[in-house]
């Protein structure tokens, strides 16, 4: 595999640009601070520039830079889109001026690079041998070369729409389901629509605005047995610090999952219930779980550790929120599961690598 694009970074002599001006700057900056990679500026659409800052760095047009750096610099886009004419305009961009887009992770400080690739390597393979179809190990290796590379044509390989995805799982089954990371029943639409036969669910939110939209929804679906729940997914019984960013909750999160670059950032900190899938299900039997769950879905398998051994629900849970999630996630559900799951990578289109889901679906053999 081929340097990583940080390593081209810190030897290039041309002026390197970041799109984009917010917590993924932010992070993007860190690491290049610590690479001692220099950047020259900040652009944004044209929609976007109206005289600001950002670091002390004037936001540019694409044509004030071109104008004021010439035609021979880097592009780093630093912020995330699955807005579908965003990405068309990236995709103009990238073919007109070099353009590279980092795996920034979403939380906790390690970024991919070659030290954590040799450092992983055998657990990288080893997840890599649980996958059970063609399209699941390109996927895997596409998403590898794009955390190195941040080559746009890395990132868009092997992409599936969610209508792909959930027509070929077994969602006649899916009557019980879990929703972990409920925001305000977004995935729970999607399942209905999808075909979902839901008739009880579980849905947890740790925050309370996101929380009360969801329970407001929920009570717009009469037939089904709902069970909204306000904490977050954990090991175990617990009361952590929950904070939500200033703008909306889409990013909030648990305080140890913070990046540290972004960190001050934050401002709405509170104390929240948090409990494991074992205690809150008790003996009950969930078809299908979701974990979307902004760093925590590792705390929170270990604890539904009994339920993967016994139950072995199917499964759809997020690996794009640290970068070993790709490979440790998989490698822990094979254990705690005892092998009893066929498992299916598949990556919605966004830019970033997010929406990067492992769907284990129940062997029969396992039963």
Same mark, same amino acid.
């Given at each position: 595999m081929s340097r990583s694009l940080w390593a081209l970074l810190s030897e290039?002599?041309?002026?390197?640009?970041?799109?984009?001006?917010?917590?993924?700057?932010?992070?993007?900056?860190?690491?290049?601070a610590h690479l001692g990679i220099r950047i020259s500026g900040f652009i944004a659409s044209d929609d976007f520039v109206r005289g600001q800052s950002f670091h002390d760095k004037p936001v540019l047009t694409l044509s004030q830079a071109r104008t004021l750096h010439g035609p021979d610099f880097i592009i780093l886009v630093t912020f995330a889109t699955a807005l579908?004419?965003?990405?068309?305009?990236?995709?103009?961009?990238?073919?007109?001026?070099?353009?590279?887009?980092?795996?920034?992770?979403?939380?906790?400080?390690?970024?991919?690079?070659e030290a954590v690739l040799e450092r992983d390597r055998q657990k990288i393979g080893e997840a890599r041998g649980l996958l059970s179809d063609d399209l699941s190990r390109r996927l895997f290796d596409s998403v590898l070369a794009y955390r190195m590379s941040g080559s746009l044509s890395d990132l868009e390989a092997h992409t599936s729409s969610k209508e792909e995805v959930y027509a070929s799982l077994?969602?006649?089954r899916y009557r019980f389901v879990v929703d972990l990371g409920a925001y305000t029943g977004d995935s729970i639409r999607e399942w209905l629509s999808a075909g979902f036969p839901i008739a009880s669910v579980v849905a947890l939110e740790p925050d309370p605005g996101s929380f009360a939209r969801l329970c407001a929804y929920l009570d717009? $679906?009469?037939? &089904?047995?709902?069970?909204?729940? %306000?904490? *977050?997914?954990?090991?175990?019984? +617990?009361? #952590?610090?929950?904070?939500?960013?200033?703008?909306?909750?889409?990013?909030?999160?648990?305080?140890?999952?913070?990046?540290?670059?972004?960190?001050?950032?934050?401002?709405?900190?509170?104390?929240?219930?948090?409990?494991?899938?074992?205690?809150?299900?008790?003996?009950?039997?969930?078809?299908?779980?979701?974990?979307?769950i902004e760093g925590s879905e590792e705390q929170a398998l270990l604890g539904a550790s009994? $339920?993967?051994? &016994?139950?072995?629900?199917?499964? %759809?849970? *997020?690996?794009?929120?640290?970068? +070993?999630? #790709?490979?440790?996630?998989?490698?822990?559900?094979?254990?705690?599961?005892?092998?009893?799951?066929e498992m299916y990578l598949r990556r919605f289109p966004c830019i970033p690598a997010w929406d990067l889901n492992l769907f284990c679906v129940r062997r029969q053999d396992a039963l």
């Open positions: 290039t002599q041309k002026p390197i640009l970041m799109y984009g001006m917010g917590d993924g700057a932010d992070k993007a900056l860190s690491i290049c579908p004419d965003v990405m068309d305009h990236i995709r103009t961009v990238s073919a007109e001026q070099p353009l590279l887009i980092p795996d920034i992770p979403v939380f906790g400080d390690e970024y991919f690079s077994p969602v006649h717009t $679906l009469p037939s &089904i047995r709902k069970e909204p729940v %306000q904490a *977050a997914a954990w090991s175990g019984s +617990a009361e #952590l610090v929950f904070d939500a960013n200033s703008r909306d909750n889409r990013n909030a999160c648990l305080l140890e999952n913070y990046h540290s670059a972004v960190r001050p950032r934050k401002t709405r900190s509170r104390i929240v219930r948090a409990v494991s899938l074992d205690t809150l299900l008790g003996e009950s039997r969930p078809n299908f779980i979701k974990m979307d009994h $339920l993967l051994a &016994i139950g072995r629900p199917d499964l %759809q849970i *997020a690996l794009y929120h640290r970068p +070993a999630d #790709l490979y440790t996630l998989p490698l822990l559900i094979q254990s705690l599961s005892k092998g009893g799951y």
